[in-house]
């Protein structure tokens, strides 16, 4: 099968997948700019804020404010993407990107953004008296002669609200000023997930934006869902081998057909809609591609589905000693007793006790400083935690502590439990003993 050859191009089908692989992994990795998908208001908008200032030289400053996933880097990407294939910007528009969570505080950012206009032979040895004539110099030296030459500068902040915590928020004041000031052209876009970043900016800086706003809030159908799943699992045109495109889209079309992966994505619809799981998802199933299986069946995504949705804390419990079991079953049982309140270790060593004693042929006997290193070890994996308040002089057999564990969780570790004694197994179901 790996030796077939196809009709369009000498690649084997080993290659094809090969293919596949990376060109699927990379739109899903780093979400590549598709199609706008019912955003083609916000796409709109802000392809004519930017065509102003990378075309006639206008000064704009614009928030794109959404949940994260909601696509707000995918859809600046994919604006600038359009942008870029006209000559006339792709010759002069520059572009600066700065992350909140990179760029910590306004220093940093002054050195990124002249590596990024490469300007650090211009600037050399210069000592500036403050930020503003530093970054006013930034923007001279890419004067070409007069006003009307000088190359326009889009500043992408992503993670903006970040910015407003610098120090006199001093990057975002002299960069709205430039725009207010019209002396560069330039456009300032910030990307943030928080609806209240506005509150955070000072009077001098909230006097010198423009107030613009893009919000982004998926609201889109599962119809719509379903077109943007299929959009982002065929391959382009341009795929070496046509042959082999044309049978994986048919392939992926006859999957939003079927009802098994309508359902997988209907349950991941309603849990979230952005973007960004739905490529995790894409993803697991994309990994069951291989050459002996070169498409995607709907098992794959039901599998996919499980393996996204899985419970981290459950598939801890599984790797836990029989005594550690134990120890989470006799927290069960005192949950059930006192109605959920806390509980320390005495109380659950004196219920373990009791189940030791009425099985004595099953179970080994432990020390009691064996049980109490047990349960330090549940408590590092996060299974217990102690109650908020509690006084640090307390002997740590007497803290006071509470599970974070429900029934569900238990129970369906001790169904996957490899070889789990019998007597601990009915001990778990018994309600209360």
Known sequence: MSKRKTKDSSLSLGECIAEVHMILRTRFCHHLPGKPFGVETQYKNLMDLLKQTAIHGESNSLLIVGPRGAGKTMLLKSVLKELKEMKQVDENLLQVHLNGLLQTDDKIAL?????????????????????AENLAFLLEALKKGNRTSTRPVLFILDEFDLFAHHKNQTLLYNLLDIAQAAQTPVAIVGLTCRLDVLELLEKRVKSRFSHRQIHLLNAFSFRQYMEVFQQQFSLPKEFPDRTFA?????????????????????????????????????????????????????????????????????????????????????MKHLNSIYEGQPFNFEMVYNEFQKFVQRKTNSMHYFEKSVVLKAFEHLHQLEFIKPMEGASVRTQKEYQLVKLLLDNSQIMDALQKYPKCPTDVHLWATSALE
């Open 111 to 131: 050195k990124e953004i002249t590596r990024q206009l490469q300007l650090e032979n211009v600037v050399g040895d210069k000592v500036f008296g403050s930020f």
């Open 246 to 330: 044309q049978e994986w889209n048919q392939n992926i079309e006859s999957l939003c057909k079927n009802k098994t992966v309508v359902d997988v994505l209907q349950k991941h619809f309603s849990s979230s809609k952005d973007f960004r799981s739905l490529h995790m998802l894409l993803m697991f199933a994309l990994s069951h591609v291989t050459i002996s299986k070169p498409s995607i069946q709907s098992m794959d995504l039901l599998d996919a589905s499980r393996l996204y949705t899985m419970d981290s804390k459950a598939n801890i419990l599984h790797g836990l000693s029989v005594l550690e079991l134990c120890l989470i079953i006799a």
